[in-house]
């Protein structure tokens, strides 16, 4: 511990005294800096200290002028012209604030600028032509503004151009021609505008160019051909607009294109064979055009294809059998064309499919015995074709079936019973107008998360089964049109439906129908109290986990009110009476904030409900402004135990080692102040709040969501904070997403970490030993150790991890009976979810490569939460499996 400690002291040294060669040196640019500050006011500026070229997201060349200024994400608001004043400035970023106004034009002048990033503000008006200056561009980004107009010509002299970003405006005009005259660009993506014309022609020249995304525009005209001639384009989006003509057969001549998604245009044609040259093709998407011809086998030969999507075209002939060799594809979708025969046998062995939509075409074959080979179906969407046949007994094998759709076929026989045993069935169940006879299966009544029920048109008989009071999920319901008989049975969800839901059954009475059983069946009201207290009791039931749950942290919470009451109470007799509490020790253990702290204005801080933070399992967090203009994050320990003041210079002697544990991912002490028997721990002030906050209320606006990379550098920080902690042999008490902080560049530190030191349940300090941690992240072992344990931080940390893949918190609502989000994540295989279901899939769909890195951390996570601790990997393990999904 002291030679890290002499190893922070030596570090600071050096870097304040690099600081002071900086005087002397060209002075206009820190002018600037404090001007644009003013204006700007950034947080993570420390406008006190002269030595601006350290100042966070500020670097500067040897002669001390700003070469590189990262503004980004940190909510900025104001006037940002005089940023062109750097002039030796070569990297811009500002994106992720809230600019608005023009962009300035001036920014035209900074000849060096290379990287320009002004994506996602308010930035309206149009692109100023002035940008045209910028010679030396290599990426500009604009995207995610409210841009209007055209793209002005000017900015054809951007010859070093590789990345142009433009998307999620309302620029209007067409796309210029100068485009293709880029010879370097790579990325060009200008979707979600009101683009139109054509795309141009010599787009082609731009030879490296890999991404092309337009989509959601108003463009005409073909896909040039031209785009295809390098062959380097990776993706192409070019959904949702007016394109018309043919798909270019040079299409084949790109072997790294992974994405086609060209779907809701006017194009027409066949699909060229070349396709099957396209090795890398995962993503084929081009729904609701004029396509026809036969679906090509060439697609065989694309070995990852994932998604194929032809829904809505003029395709006819029959699925090629070759399309079964296509081991990774997930969705095959092709309703809507005019596809006739037999489903395949051979598509059985695509083993990854997932859904399976042939719907509203002309099959005319049978259903394959078979059919639930695919073991991963989730969606069989069959219906409005000319299916014969009966439907097989082996149904009840689609174990992972959401939605069954049959409707409007040929299918004869009866309904299998074993329909019951797909006990996943959600969505729908959909056999209507076919030519089914025979009775209602009472097993039906086993599907009790089926939303949606319809076995009209058929020729079904006997009565509605009783049993069918089971579909506790049921919303709509439609037996018309049958041969049914008897009453209609008393259960919510029939009695609510239309009477047309059950029309056309000469022989079927009660409500909602019109006609009355009579006598005969009068019995049948009490059964439905019987009933409806059984629903009720189901529910109470399911409810009572989550009752329990919300009413130990209501406890919690109300204890914890009582005691804050306590502390404000004492604090307003105080103000009164403006008697300042006696503080009985204090210090500030960095020698250079000595100066800018203020104990006694620390603890009037912690007087005032206004300056509360946060409030965590053991301690209140309070902002506190010194009057050095410093600002301090205070921590006010609760519950205080006296045996703390008792052993006082044991705390300061924790706190002084803790202090100086020096790791970037943990938040250390700087001070202390122990007043009556309050003891306040002091911080730094992090501005971004905590990964919960983070997480939890930035989802409430998506366009503030935190993205992958972020998210995955998080949980590496926190993981390297916490093996570090181990790592000296330290338990951490209450790891949680609230006790994750982060800094002005998203850095997380973990904090508390003191509590452990100075509230160790070991040494026998009753008042804690009765709660360990927050709700949700506690070990399950704890319920009979009483103890936490370096697993069960690794738990906790699982469940931190969880959190950031699926951003749900660790209870929920959401989550029935009371499960929390571990169980909730557990079970997923069993309800028959695939992690795509798990995953937040704001994220999870954004990429390939942000998929398989979110598939592996789930991985850690799952092995982090198991419940023997001994299976759990040590925090040291955990942290370089992470970090090895980061490297790849
Ligand atoms: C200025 O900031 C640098 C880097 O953060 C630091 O090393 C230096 O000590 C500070 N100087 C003063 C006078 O506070
Ligand atoms: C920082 O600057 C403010 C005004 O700009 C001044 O009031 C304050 O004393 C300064 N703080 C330190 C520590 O120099
Ligand atoms: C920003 O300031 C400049 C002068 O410094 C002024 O010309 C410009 O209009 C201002 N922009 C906005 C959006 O207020
Ligand atoms: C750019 O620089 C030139 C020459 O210094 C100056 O005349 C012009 O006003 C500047 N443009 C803007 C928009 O500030
Ligand atoms: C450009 O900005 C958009 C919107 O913020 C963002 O999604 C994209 O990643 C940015 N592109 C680059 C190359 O940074
Ligand atoms: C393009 O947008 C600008 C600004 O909104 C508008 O004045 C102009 O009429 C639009 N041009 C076309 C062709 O729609
Ligand atoms: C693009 O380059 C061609 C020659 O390579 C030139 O004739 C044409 O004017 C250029 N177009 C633009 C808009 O700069
Ligand atoms: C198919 O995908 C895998 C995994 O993403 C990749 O390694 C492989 O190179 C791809 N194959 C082709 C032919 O692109
Ligand atoms: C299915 O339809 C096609 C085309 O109309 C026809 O040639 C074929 O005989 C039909 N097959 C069956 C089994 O009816």
């Not at 031209?226 to 959904?239: A, M």
């Not at 990854?352 to 394959?368: Q, V």
Request: net charge negative; charged share 15%.
């Amino acid at each position: 511990m002291e030679i890290l400690g002499l190893l922070c002291f030596v570090v600071a040294w050096y870097v304040s005294k690099s600081g002071l060669e900086v005087e002397g040196a060209e002075l206009q640019d820190q002018t600037i800096l404090l001007a644009l500050n003013q204006e700007l006011t950034v947080q993570r500026w420390d406008a006190n200290n002269s030595s601006y070229c350290s100042w966070q997201g500020v670097s500067c060349n040897d002669r001390s002028m700003v070469v590189k200024l990262d503004l980004s994400h940190a909510n900025l608001r104001g006037n940002v012209t005089l940023v062109s004043q750097l002039k030796a400035l070569r990297q811009l970023d500002l994106s992720n604030n809230n600019f608005h106004g023009y962009i300035p034009p001036a920014f035209g002048n900074l000849s060096d600028l290379e990287v320009l990033d002004l994506s996602s503000n308010k930035f309206e008006g149009s692109i100023p032509p002035e940008l045209g200056g910028l010679r030396n561009l290599i990426s500009l980004n604009l995207s995610n503004n409210l841009l209007v107009g055209k793209i002005p010509s000017e900015l054809h002299g951007l010859e070093k151009l590789q990345e142009f970003q433009v998307s999620s405006n309302q620029l209007n005009g067409s796309l210029p021609t100068w485009v293709g005259n880029l010879t370097n660009l790579r990325v060009l993506a200008a979707y979600e505008n009101l683009l139109g014309g054509t795309i141009p022609d010599n787009l082609g020249l731009a030879s490296e160019l890999e991404i092309l995304n337009l989509h959601s525009n108003q463009l005409e005209g073909p896909i040039p051909a031209s785009i295809f001639t390098s062959g380097n384009l990776k993706v192409l989006v070019l959904t949702q607009n007016n394109l018309s003509g043919d798909l270019p057969q040079e299409l084949g001549n790109c072997q790294g294109l992974s994405n086609i998604r060209i779907g809701n245009n006017h194009l027409v044609g066949t699909i060229p064979k070349t396709i099957g040259n396209i090795s890398s093709l995962t993503y084929f998407e081009a729904d609701n055009n004029n396509l026809s011809g036969e679906i090509v086998s060439e697609f065989s030969q694309c070995s990852n294809l994932t998604l194929l999507n032809l829904a809505s075209n003029g395709f006819s002939g029959t699925i090629p059998t070759e399309l079964g060799q296509l081991m990774n594809l997930q969705e095959l979708i092709l309703s809507g064309n005019s596809l006739f025969g037999n489903i395949p046998e051979s598509i059985l062995r695509c083993r990854n499919l997932n859904k399976l939509d042939i719907s509203n075409n002309r099959f005319n074959g049978t259903l394959p015995n078979d059919i639930c080979k695919l073991s991963r179906l989730q969606f069989l969407l069959l219906g409005q074709n000319s299916i014969a046949g009966e439907i097989p007994h082996e149904i009840g094998n689609c174990a992972k079936l959401l939605e069954l759709q049959l409707g409007s076929n040929y299918l004869t026989g009866i309904i299998p019973s074993e329909i019951g045993h797909i006990r996943n069935l959600q969505i729908a169940l959909n056999l209507s107008f076919n030519h089914l006879h025979g009775s209602l299966p009472p097993e039906l009544g086993r599907l009790d998360k089926l939303v949606a029920l319809d076995v009209s048109n058929n020729r079904l008989s006997g009565h509605i089964p009783a049993e069918l009071k089971g579909m506790l999920s049921l919303i709509e319901v439609n037996f018309s049109n049958n041969l049914l008989n008897g009453p209609v049975p008393t259960f919510v969800p029939f009695q609510k439906s239309p009477n047309s839901s059950f029309v056309g059954n000469k022989e079927l009475c009660g409500e909602p129908l019109n006609s009355s059983c009579g006598d005969l069946y009068d019995g049948s009201n009490n059964y439905h109290h019987r009933v409806s207290y059984r629903i009720i009791l189901a529910v109470i039931g399911s409810g009572l986990a989550v009752f329990m749950s919300v009413t130990v942290v209501v406890l919690l919470f109300m204890i914890r009110e009582r005691q804050e009451k306590a502390a404000k109470d004492a604090g307003l007799v105080d103000d009164e009476t403006n008697n300042k509490p006696t503080i009985i020790a204090g210090n500030v253990f960095v020698e250079n904030l000595k100066q800018a702290v203020d104990l006694d204005a620390v603890v009037k801080a912690t007087l005032k409900d206004s300056n509360k933070l946060s409030s965590g399992t053991f301690s209140t967090v309070y902002k506190a402004v010194m009057p050095s203009g410093m600002v301090l994050s205070v921590r006010r320990l609760k519950s205080m135990d006296k045996t703390i003041i008792h052993h006082q210079n044991k705390m300061i002697r924790e706190l002084e080692r803790l202090s100086k544990l020096c790791h970037d991912n943990l938040v250390r002490p700087i001070g202390y102040v122990i007043y009556e028997d309050v003891a306040l721990l002091l911080h730094h002030f992090l501005p971004n709040g905590t990964l919960a906050q983070f997480l939890h209320e930035s989802s409430k606006q998506p366009e503030y969501q935190p993205d992958w990379p972020t998210r995955l550098s998080v949980a590496i920080g926190v993981a390297e904070g916490l093996a570090f902690l181990h790592h000296v042999a330290i338990i951490h008490l209450d790891i949680s997403s609230g006790n994750v902080l982060l800094d002005a560049n998203f850095k997380p530190l973990l904090g508390e970490i003191e509590i452990s030191k100075l509230l160790d349940p070991t040494r026998g300090t009753a008042s804690i030993s009765a709660v360990a941690g927050s709700f949700g992240y506690i070990p399950p072992e704890y319920a009979y150790t009483m103890q936490v344990t370096a697993p069960g931080n690794v738990y906790s940390y699982g469940v931190v991890l969880l959190e950031i893949l699926t951003t749900r918190p660790p209870v929920d609502e959401d989550f029935e009976e009371g499960i929390d989000l571990v169980k909730w994540v557990h079970s997923a295989p069993v309800r028959g979810e695939t992690p795509e279901q798990i995953l937040d899939a704001r994220l999870s769909t954004v990429s390939f490569g942000w998929r398989k890195e979110m598939l592996a951390a789930l991985k850690v996570a799952l092995l982090c939460t198991d419940t023997t601790p001994a299976k759990r990997p040590k925090m040291k393990k955990v942290m370089e499996m992470l970090q090895e999904i980061r490297q790849n």
